[in-house]
């Protein structure tokens, strides 16, 4: 797993996760929000993940703007988060750079079905889900974070 910083300036106040619970947490299907920059301008997009116990999957297509822009930079920080109300919030924040997966081709398929799988039901995939697999050219973000920081002030233990 990535260096967990227990204290970071961009941290809530709120005490880490342990490993157990960052993985139970990763484990939902939430929204990630991938962050990537290029020359000076920001970028903020929800992506559907998986994750593996080492590394952060995310699927985009070739003709994207974020494929383009990791190409160039691929730093991004990813933010998966939830409140509760107040200031009951649990977060997971990774840091480090994005590798881009292309080919195998069978191997990125699979990938993108298992991130699918994660957000469809079994009707929805049989539907939209395939539609979506096969309608377009995919690839895989894969983040290997280089830093992890969590908190969980929901004082529910996660």
Avoid: C
């Amino acid at each position: 797993m990535a260096r967990v910083s227990a204290k970071d300036p961009s941290a809530a106040d709120g005490p880490p996760m342990t490993a157990t619970q960052v993985e139970g947490f990763l484990a939902r299907p939430m929204i990630a929000r991938l962050a990537t920059t290029l020359d000076d301008r920001p970028r903020i997009l929800p992506m559907w993940y998986r994750w593996d116990g080492s590394a952060l999957w995310m699927e985009t297509s070739p003709t994207f703007r974020n494929y383009r822009i990791l190409q160039r930079n691929p730093r991004v920080a990813v933010a998966i988060d939830e409140s509760l109300g107040g200031l009951q919030l649990r977060a997971v924040i990774m840091r480090g750079s994005a590798e881009i997966i292309e080919e195998p081709a069978d191997v990125v398929r699979d990938g993108v079905r298992r991130i699918y799988e994660r957000y469809l039901d079994e009707d929805a995939m049989r539907g939209s889900g395939e539609e979506m697999l096969n309608g377009a050219r995919h690839v895989l973000i894969r983040l290997r974070p280089a830093t992890m920081t969590t908190w969980d002030s929901t004082g529910s233990g996660g």
